[in-house]
Antibody, heavy 113, light 107 residues
Framework: QVQLKESGPGLVQPSQTLSLTCTVS????????VHWVRQPPGKGLEWMGV???????DYNSALKPRLSISRDTSKSQVFLTMNSLQTEDTGIYYC???????WGQGVMVTVSS | DIQMTQSPSSMSASLGDRVTITCRAS??????LSWFQQKPGKSPRRMIY???NLAAGVPSRFSGSRSGSDYSLTISSLESEDMAIYYC?????????FGAGTKLELK
């Protein structure tokens, strides 16, 4: 069955770089797009970016200078890298398939010294 | 960027009530509109896609509709398990954008 699972460090220091992995199963990254969405504590959902099945990417313009999404199709993994983290980047980070048909459980990231 | 204006931000209703939540798009998004339900501590769940299509496994009391640039999610007869926050999402143009959410509570 289709599954996505996010992983990464729970705590990141301000100004440092966040690296998250979305490991998928039950489908091929070359057939489906994978999106990243985040949610600050107690707030709404923010679309961050996508890696297309063909490997191209698109990003939220507000995050684009700091954000990169890549993948390793042989490992069925999608990577999110975001630099210059600030406290307002604290929240739950989700990956999902094809605009939300399937979601991972999310990973909580806290930006704090 | 396309703005999605969602209303109301919160509402309370009784079991068995008919409930409608609306999103208005700032530009034409065709039918590229989905609705998500999120319960506390859980990932969002897609309820409606393509503005009017019921996602797999979603109860038939949920429905989606469109009138011009206004998109609505309707629950025909509210049940206790429907208490959640609901979000709309436009997916016609990058960056995709969510509505601010509607918190649905029991009266």
């Amino acid at each position: 069955q289709v599954q996505l699972k996010e992983s990464g460090p729970g705590l990141v220091q301000p100004s440092q770089t966040l690296s998250l992995t979305c490991t998928v199963s039950g489908f091929s990254l070359t057939s489906y797009n994978v999106h990243w969405v985040r949610q600050p504590p107690g707030k709404g959902l923010e679309w961050m970016g996508v890696i297309w099945s063909g490997g191209n990417t698109d990003y939220n313009s507000a995050l684009k200078p700091r954000l990169s999404i890549s993948r390793d199709t042989s490992k069925s993994q999608v990577f999110l890298t975001m630099n210059s983290l600030q406290t307002e980047d604290t929240g739950i980070y989700y990956c999902n398939r094809n605009s939300g048909s399937y979601w991972g459980q999310g990973v909580m990231v806290t930006v704090s010294s | 960027d396309i703005q999605m204006t969602q209303s109301p931000s919160s509402m309370s209703a009784s079991l068995g009530d008919r409930v409608t939540i609306t999103c208005r798009a700032s530009q034409d998004i065709g039918n590229y509109l989905s609705w998500f339900q999120q319960k506390p501590g859980k990932s969002p769940r897609r309820m409606i896609y393509g503005a009017t299509n019921l996602a797999a496994g979603v109860p038939s009391r949920f429905s989606g509709s469109r009138s011009g640039s206004d998109y609505s999610l309707t629950i025909s007869s509210l049940e206790s398990e429907d208490m959640a926050i609901y979000y709309c999402l436009q997916s016609i143009q990058y960056p995709y954008t969510f509505g601010a959410g509607t918190k649905l509570e029991l009266k």
